[in-house]
């Protein structure tokens, strides 16, 4: 809401209470993860009005998380594509996210969503773009994050 990022914990009449977390992409946090950064922000009431509010867990507790890899082009890129599914997979709560998006389904009328695990190549002037989507529980982006990456670099150093 507003700019801010974070879990509610209050709302009042007036306002509404977010612990704010931090933003992956943003410049405006120094926590650069789905985390808490110790910051109670006081919004008010009318910036719902105003602004979209985005929410990552009202109706759906997942989230697809992409990690993206460079890859040099004299490297087999296929081998490094099965690396990144294979890690995709292990963490990936595909069953969950499948059941989730039909639970939404009979309120709303939300697409088909495919939450396979799936890896995006795209090519780039200095190297193979290699990108590995993946649906996980929206508290566990960032553990889960570092965890296939570092399996995934622990792989490519064998």
Request: hydrophobic share 40%; aromatic share 8%.
């Amino acid at each position: 809401m507003g700019g801010v990022r974070g879990d509610v914990i209050d709302i009042t009449l007036l306002r509404t209470k977010v612990m704010e977390i931090g933003d992956p992409t943003g410049e405006d946090t120094w926590v650069k993860g789905r985390q808490p950064t110790g910051r109670i922000v006081a919004l008010s009431n009318k910036t719902t009005f105003t602004n979209p509010v985005y929410n990552f867990s009202a109706m759906f507790d997942f989230v697809w998380e992409e990690i993206t890899i460079p890859v040099a082009y004299r490297s087999d890129y296929t081998v490094a594509e099965e690396i990144l599914l294979d890690e995709a997979r292990r963490v990936s709560t595909t069953e969950g996210a499948e059941q989730a998006i039909q639970r939404l389904s009979r309120r709303h009328p939300v697409p088909k969503a495919d939450v396979q695990p799936r890896v995006f190549v795209q090519a780039t002037s200095n190297f193979a773009q290699l990108s590995v989507r993946f649906g996980i529980p929206v508290r566990a982006s960032r553990a889960v994050k570092d965890v296939v990456t570092r399996r995934i670099l622990e792989r490519f150093h064998e």
